[in-house]
């Protein structure tokens, strides 16, 4: 099959993808709007704690301006990658034997879950746009823009990245439905320990250092903290090599794994017929 017929396969799940979750749109405004008020408690705590110190200290190398823009890098990053329902469908796919016809067909079901999540995100962040565009207009005195332009690419790439990554782990997650009946628990255990060592509560760099350096080793501070850190320009030349580095490690790990551990699932679903 030549590379412009796969194009147009994968296109067109992409099209059916969007056309599938602009029926949800409303919903995902209402999300996006909601999410923002435990966000604007979390800037109140922090607006309170700087507010016992000396005007213009820092916490953790952090003034109230970086801390606040932060948060709202994090929350950003967040509609542009976070996984919805993919994880729960991909093990609903294999738990009900849905998967037998993707192997009947000339279709990835990598590839194709990949376009129905890239499709979802296109979606859910045009439609968030609207209410953290204007939470972020509200704080915009104290939000902190880049002091380079090449920031912006590297923040991107640090993004798409993380988001592919984090694409992944969800994926990998929902695979051990070909060896476990129920893996809800497996699934909320992994996204509650994404929570914390992503940076989503607080920036990592809080942490003690060799706390925060052994979770530097792990893809989780890529998914949020090392994109919001890049946007902050709070890295060193080197520190961004390394970040870079690993982050792309991490992604072909990912790859390699999810692939690998399709291939074996495969074998084991075969085995029990369906």
Known sequence: MTATSQWRKYSRVLVIGVQNTLVYRANFLFRASISLIPLLGTLQVWRTIYGDQAPGS?????SLS???SYYLIVNVIDALTAVADDDWEVAADIRDGKISQFLLRPIDYLTYRLCLYLSGRAIYT??????VTLFTLWLRQDFVWPGHGLTYLLFGIAVFMGGLIQFLIAYLVALLAFWFLDVSTLIFIQFAFEYIASGHLFPL????P??????SLTPYPYLSYFPASVYLERLSQSQLVFGFLVESSWLIVAYAVARWAWSRGLRRYTAVGG
């Open 58 to 62: 820092l916490v953790g190398g952090y």
């Open 66 to 68: 970086a801390m606040i």
């Open 126 to 131: 045009t439609v968030a746009l609207i209410p």
């Open 205 to 208: 760099d809080l942490l003690p």
């Open 210 to 215: 060799a706390l925060q350096t052994a979770i």
